[in-house]
């Protein structure tokens, strides 16, 4: 983000800012505070991908 340009808008629902997050974080590179705030959303995501898998694997063994 350059020094001019404004800070994102921060929506209300955690999924709209975790999306701009993201979105930003493909078409340019993020401030500091940005990466910070978008990596405990990457976290969690990780987190419920595994557990999802997790669960899959479960099912099929039963």
């Keep these: 983000m350059r020094a001019n340009e404004p800070r994102l808008a921060r929506p209300t629902r ?3 800012v975790c999306a701009n997050l993201l979105r930003c974080e ?3 590179s993020l401030s500091a505070e940005d990466a910070a705030e978008l990596g405990p959303y990457l976290e969690v995501e990780h987190m419920m991908r595994l557990a999802k898998a ?8 039963e």
């Excluded at 997790?54 to 063994?61: E, L, N, V």
């Design 14 to 16: 955690h999924g709209s």
């Design 54 to 61: 997790r669960a899959r694997q479960q099912q099929s063994h």
């Design 26 to 28: 493909k078409s340019e």
